[in-house]
């Protein structure tokens, strides 16, 4: 079993800047695509940011120039730095991973949540 922990998430004022951490945690993985979405009150969940496996970044057009996503694959970990914060990117933070776990001669792909981190950014 895949677990993902985010973490880095708090208040902040606006133009403040954050930096969320989602680790992948558990054995005989191997990560492919890994994203941001987010979850406002009142508003569906929606993609932030994602990267593959070679290091490709994609953004949503709300975030583009303040947000940055990188990952760590020694450390099974991805980041989203985010800079220049406006109250509208108040929302629940979730990490989600394409992941494909090998056991013996067998190949799973799978798609796993993390439980969310709280970012506030006060006006």
């Known amino acids: 079993q895949v677990q993902l922990v985010e973490s880095g998430g708090g208040l902040v004022q606006t133009g403040g800047s954050l930096r969320l951490s989602c680790a992948a945690s558990g054995s005989g993985f191997s990560i492919n695509a890994m994203g941001w979405y987010r979850q406002a009150p009142g508003k569906q969940r929606e993609a932030v940011a994602a990267i593959t496996s070679g290091g490709s970044t994609n953004y949503a057009d709300s975030v583009k120039g303040r947000f940055t996503i990188s990952r760590d694959n020694a450390k099974n970990t991805v980041y989203l730095q985010m800079n220049s914060l406006k109250p509208e990117d108040t929302a629940v933070y979730f990490c989600?991973?394409?992941?494909?776990?090998?056991?013996?001669?067998?190949?799973?792909?799978?798609?796993?949540w993390g439980q969310g981190t709280q970012v506030t950014v006060s006006s």
């Open positions: 989600n991973s394409d992941i494909t776990t090998v056991q013996g001669i067998s190949f799973r792909r799978e798609n796993y």
